[in-house]
């Protein structure tokens, strides 16, 4: 799989100062416009396409940053970092999932040995991280999508913060709920992807790989009969349960992403822990018609193809289908976090891939 072209996305100062562009951790087009996430801060960012005369994208500006605490009520209050690993877009909503991990304290350069065994052994909640938002999407007066904390019988809307986020949901699953006590870059719980398809969500973790499979879960999310500002899960399938989970063979990798194509799963797979590589697009035919719990077994899973990568920096953590009007074949957008210099660009922007993946 060949990278066929670069495009910048030009972000505004306030975003350049909070490095949001340099953390960028998830993606996805809509219509004209591009939303993307970083994961230290808690907003989602929009940029508007720039296309050339034959109809393919050039680039993405027009920056505009929604604050997350403008719409829905975060269980930290606005100035803690939401981690937002993943976006979805479907039926006039978008949706944005926190990676409802714990972080284990990094070594700091210059720390004595005694400092740095006791950041090593400091393991930190931060609430923020463990949400789901489901926001109704509008038409502003210039014609773009913008997101709206109500539109008519539509409220902007969150799961957690009462007990009830994905990982207490987990508190006695029998794959799962061993790592929940686990920080993620230690193969804990770490949800980096997600994907809408009618009223599902398929929601990817990177971690835990148990024994080299990933996991994926499918939930369906409602609004909360008792408050409009929160979400509820509704049973998946004819039982009681309110998700169900669905084991990929990747070789040992997890999931970076999660993009719908047709009835179709475009999974961005790379390291569960701190590794820069392998990192490749894989997809899972038929996915959204997959009626039970699943054992996905590589032979079942397309390779797209593989992803460049660096020593320490262009970790690949986004993918969206791009839409363009010229030539054939599929294209996807690819972000990343820790870009590489050569990502930079002298404008504050960062450089994004185009690559052509096929039907």
């Known amino acids: 799989m060949i990278v066929e072209r670069r495009v910048e996305l030009r972000f505004g100062r306030e975003s350049q100062e909070a490095d949001t562009h340099t953390n960028l951790s998830a993606v996805r087009q809509d219509g004209r416009c591009l939303w993307v996430a970083g994961d230290e801060t808690a907003t989602i960012e929009r940029l508007t396409a720039a296309v050339d005369g034959g109809g393919r994208v050039t680039g993405f500006d027009g920056h505009t940053t929604v604050a997350l605490s403008d719409l829905v009520p975060l269980p930290a209050g606005p100035d803690e970092e939401a981690d937002i690993e993943g976006l979805a877009r479907s039926d006039g909503w978008l949706w944005a999932i926190g990676s409802h991990s714990l972080k284990r304290k990094k070594i700091k350069a210059g720390q004595s040995a005694a400092k740095a065994r006791k950041r090593l ?33 539509r409220t902007a809307a969150i799961l957690g913060g009462h007990g009830d986020s994905l990982t207490d949901l987990l508190a006695d699953d029998p794959h799962l709920a061993p790592f929940l006590t686990i920080p993620s870059k230690d193969n804990g719980i770490d949800i980096e992807g997600i994907a809408a398809h009618g009223d599902r969500l398929y929601v990817g973790l990177r971690g835990p790989v148990l024994r080299g499979w990933a996991v994926l879960m499918e939930i369906r999310p409602d609004g909360h009969p008792d408050d409009p500002r929160r979400l509820r899960l509704l049973p998946v399938g004819d039982g009681r349960d309110r998700y169900r989970t669905h084991f990929l063979d990747l070789g040992g990798l997890g999931i970076r992403d999660l993009c719908p194509h047709g009835d179709d799963l475009l999974v961005l797979t790379g390291p569960s822990m701190g590794l820069d590589g392998p990192v490749r697009v894989l997809r899972w035919r038929g996915a959204a018609k997959a009626d039970a719990a699943e054992i996905v077994t590589a032979d079942e899973l397309e390779v797209v193809g593989d992803l460049p990568y660096g020593e320490g920096d262009d970790h690949a953590e986004g993918i969206a289908v791009l839409e363009e009007s010229n030539g054939t074949g599929t294209r996807v957008l690819v972000v990343y976090d820790s870009p590489s210099p050569g990502r930079l660009t002298e404008d504050g922007g960062v450089l994004a891939d185009v690559v052509n993946i096929g039907k």
């Open 121 to 153: 052994a400091t393991v930190v909640r931060e609430d923020n991280r463990f949400i789901l938002a489901r926001l109704p999407l509008v038409t502003g007066g210039d014609g773009l999508p913008e997101v709206a904390r109500q539109d008519g019988g």
